[in-house]
Nanobody, 124 residues
Framework: QVHLVESGGGLVETGGSLRLSCVAS????????MGWFRQAPGEEREFVAG????????YYPSSLKGRFTISKDNAKNTLYLQMNSLKVEDTAVYYC?????????????????WGQGTQVTVSS
């Protein structure tokens, strides 16, 4: 069983930056692929970024256009999401998630554990 806790959300102006963190419990962090998802009010949960167990392979939807960067520090059991050039449409609750395999995925049902989410609000 894995417990995930996100932090780093908050209110930021358009064009600003935030770094989200997700701390994981357990000893299998280095073997677990992880990802970030977000959900805006009234919308479906959306894939933001994914990384394999080692942290070597990273995946993003093309719509983000390089503004977001995922990273994984296995020594600290921590996942990060660096968000730059933020837009109002980035406003959402951001969730980190973990798989029980090292293989990454962009599909919500393939993740086994989820954090409680952290709110990111971008003001105009």
């Amino acid at each position: 069983q894995v417990h995930l806790v996100e932090s780093g959300g908050g209110l930021v102006e358009t064009g600003g930056s935030l770094r989200l963190s997700c701390v994981a419990s357990g000893r299998a962090f280095g073997a677990s692929a992880m990802g970030w998802f977000r959900q805006a009010p009234g919308e479906e949960r959306e894939f933001v970024a994914g990384v394999n167990g080692s942290g070597e392979r990273k995946y993003y939807p093309s719509s983000l256009k390089g503004r977001f960067t995922i990273s994984k520090d296995n020594a600290k059991n921590t996942l990060y999401l660096q968000m730059n050039s933020l837009k109002v449409e980035d406003t959402a609750v951001y969730y980190c998630a973990s798989r029980t395999t090292s293989l990454p995925s962009a599909k919500e049902p393939e993740y086994d554990y989820w954090g409680q989410g952290t709110q990111v609000t971008v003001s105009s």
